[in-house]
């Protein structure tokens, strides 16, 4: 009987460490261009976002600086112009300017187009 226990204690403690070890991994989603499927296809305000992320719908586009301001009026540098909310960069509206990325709008589909990071060395 003590050996019973002693078995199924041990099978239980193996058990528990091999689901704790399971569950630390984490799992990194790897997009490879398409679009990532835990991103909502409604925004907040009711459009539907446009399915397909090619770089050909961002054109020519090239971000080159954000002075964002949570409380009042941000700007960005988007191909060599000082842009605000509302102003039309060729086809492309901005819609929103964030801390490190633009929002753009191009016949009723968002995208963002993202600040990149200058590596050091």
Same mark, same amino acid.
């Given at each position: 009987?003590?050996?019973?226990?002693?078995? #199924?204690?041990?099978?239980?403690? %193996?058990?528990?460490?091999?689901?704790? *070890?399971? *569950?630390?991994?984490?799992?990194?989603?790897?997009?490879?261009?398409?679009?990532?499927?835990?991103?909502?296809?409604?925004?907040? !305000? +009711?459009?539907?976002?446009? #399915?397909?992320?090619?770089? @050909?719908? =961002? &054109?020519?586009?090239? #971000?080159?600086?954000?002075?964002? !301001?949570?409380? +009042?009026?941000?700007? *960005?540098?988007?191909? &060599? *112009?000082?842009?605000?909310? +509302?102003?039309?960069?060729?086809?492309?509206?901005? #819609?929103?300017?964030? =801390?490190?990325?633009?929002?753009? %709008?191009?016949? +009723?589909?968002?995208?963002?187009? @993202?600040?990149? =990071?200058? @590596?050091?060395?």
């Amino acid at each position: 009987m003590l050996k019973n226990k002693f078995i #199924l204690v041990s099978v239980f403690f %193996i058990f528990t460490s091999i689901m704790v *070890a399971g *569950a630390a991994e984490q799992y990194v989603y790897e997009s490879k261009g398409k679009r990532d499927p835990f991103i909502a296809l409604v925004t907040s !305000d +009711g459009r539907l976002l446009k #399915l397909d992320t090619d770089e @050909e719908v =961002k &054109g020519d586009l090239n #971000l080159e600086g954000i002075i964002y !301001d949570k409380n +009042g009026v941000s700007f *960005a540098i988007v191909n &060599g *112009a000082v842009v605000k909310i +509302g102003d039309v960069v060729g086809d492309n509206q901005v #819609l929103r300017i964030e =801390k490190e990325k633009v929002i753009f %709008i191009k016949e +009723g589909a968002t995208f963002d187009l @993202e600040l990149k =990071k200058e @590596e050091t060395k």
